[in-house]
């Protein structure tokens, strides 16, 4: 197959349907824009499942995504997009960089939600943005910014209930969209390595937290992500 794209941890290939790419979720894991690198065997099989989970979750509450099905353990057959250049980080407790960067403490909880914009750029460092920004630079229009505003939340609550049924907390999680014939679609990736998992009666990290900061084993947490998401 016909490489389209490959990112930090997943391989885009095209099919024989110019509508339809397979993504593969490979076990590479990166941290701190690249900078902290490593291979964790197992890894791209749990975002996989857990990310065909998460969209068909959306599906059932009627957002549309890229998902399509699941063509082996670790490939997803999906909608073929253009990616509109925008990560939309919806945070529900401060933690990461939003408590680096400003006068929050770690555990303050959002309510309502943070909804942050950045711009999806490795040349420019995913800075942050604003309406009139992304305005200026011609990244969606203005329905379309309102629109993934709306959804950004939706998902976000969809998610927090989804998931505190099953023990877990969710700080933040990064979102991204595209376009297939003028439909917007959720893209990308819904998984541990796009999302704060927190356990609710510890506050034990599920997610890439403990491969940025050293803070145990990653393929047991992503394990354990994946049994209570999974179920």
């Known amino acids: 197959m016909e490489v389209v794209h490959v990112g930090k941890a997943k391989t885009v290939y095209r099919t024989g349907n110019e509508d339809e790419f397979i ?28 990310s065909a989970r998460l969209f068909e979750l959306l599906e059932e509450h009627g957002i549309q995504t890229h998902y399509k099905r699941m063509i082996s353990d670790t490939e997803m ?20 960089s939003v408590v ?41 229009s203005e329905e379309e910014l309102r629109a993934i505003k709306d959804l950004s939340l939706r998902i976000n609550a969809i998610l ?20 297939a014939k003028g439909t917007l679609l959720v893209a990308d990736e819904i998984s541990c390595d796009t999302c704060r998992l927190w356990l609710k009666d510890s506050g034990q990290s599920l997610d890439k937290d403990i491969f940025r900061y050293e803070k145990g084993d990653l393929l047991t947490a992503y394990e354990e992500a994946a049994k209570r998401i999974l179920s």
Do not use: C, H, W
């Open 77 to 96: 057959l999906v909608t073929a997009v253009d990616i509109v250049p925008l990560e939309v980080i919806p945070r529900n407790i401060a933690a990461g």
């Open 100 to 140: 680096r960067k400003y006068p929050f403490t770690e555990g303050r909880t959002f309510n309502p939600p943070l909804l942050i914009i950045d711009y999806k750029s490795d040349e420019y460092g995913d800075p942050m943005l604003n309406d009139d920004l992304i305005m200026a630079l011609n990244l969606a």
């Open 23 to 50: 993504i593969e979720f490979r076990d590479d894991v990166t941290a701190f824009d690249g900078r902290r690198k490593g291979r964790v065997p197992q890894k791209g099989f749990f975002n996989a499942q857990i």
């Open 160 to 179: 927090i209930d989804y998931l505190d049924q099953r023990g877990l907390l969710l700080p933040d999680l990064k979102l991204e969209f595209g376009k």
